[in-house]
C-alpha cells in the first residue's frame, strides 16, 4: 500500500542526507523515483546535504501541480514508483493535498522531508498540512544540539549575528558559523539550533558561550579540593 511519509526535524539534522539514502536504496531495487527540492542551498535544481552529496531534482515553484505532473508523465509511458520531496515546508498547503492524491490515486510513495516549525517556532504551511495528513510521521533519530547541550528542538535566525523573532518566513540560509559575506547593505542571515528554553530567552551560542557545555564546579570548600 502506497504511502505519505513525512520525515521531521530541526535544521542540520539529516534530512537531505536521509532522502538520498532513501532515494539511492529504492533505486538499488530497481523502484523508479522522482526527486523534488524547493530552495535548497546549493541553488535551483539540486537536492544536496552536508555530508557533500548532492542530487539534481525537479524544483518546485508555487505552481507546480504534482497531481497533474505525474499524470501526464504515467500516461506518457513513465514508470514512477515514489517521489522523494525535500524541504517540503515551503511547498503550498494545496501542495500537500496534490501529494496524498498522488498516494491515493496513483500508488505512488511519497517521502517527503521539512522542518516543522520556522524561526518564530510556528508550523510552515507545507509542515502544517504534512502533519494533517500524512499516513506516517517520523522524527528523525539524530539530533542536532543546543550549545548548552540540551537537544535543539528550536531553529533560531540571526541577522548580523543577532537572534531575530520577525522578518519573511523564507531566507535561505545555514548552521554553519559565517558560511555567507554579509555586505552593508544586507547583513549576514544565519540559522541555530536551539533547545526550547533558549530559543523562548533569545540566547544563542554568541550570548550563552560555549564554555558552558562542561558541568558545572561542583562547590567543594577550598580545603576539599585539594
Ligand atoms: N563533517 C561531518 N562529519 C560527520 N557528519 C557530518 C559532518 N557534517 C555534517 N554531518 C552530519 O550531517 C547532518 C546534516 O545533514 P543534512 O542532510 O545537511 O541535514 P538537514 O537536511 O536536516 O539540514 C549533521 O547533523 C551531521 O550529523
Ligand atoms: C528556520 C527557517 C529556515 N529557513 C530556511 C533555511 C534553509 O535554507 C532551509 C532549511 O534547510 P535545512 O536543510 O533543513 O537545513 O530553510 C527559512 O527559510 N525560514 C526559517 O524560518
Known sequence: MAELVFFTGTMDCGKSTLAMQIDHNHRARG?????FTAHDRAGEGRLSSRLGLMVAATEVTPELDFR?????ELSGGARIDYLICDEAMFYTGEQVEQLARVVDDLALDVFAFGLTTDFRTRLFPGSQRLLELADRVETLQVE???????RGTHNARTVGGVMVVEGEQVVVGDTAPGAPVATEVEPVVGYEVLCRRHHLRGITA????????SPEPLPFPAAQSR
Open 31 to 35: 523502484r523508479a523515483g522522482r526527486v
Open 68 to 72: 497533474q505532473l505525474l499524470v501526464q
Open 144 to 150: 542536532a544540539l543546543c550549545w548548552c547541550g540540551r
Open 206 to 213: 554568541a550570548r550563552g558561550g560555549t564554555a558552558v557545555l
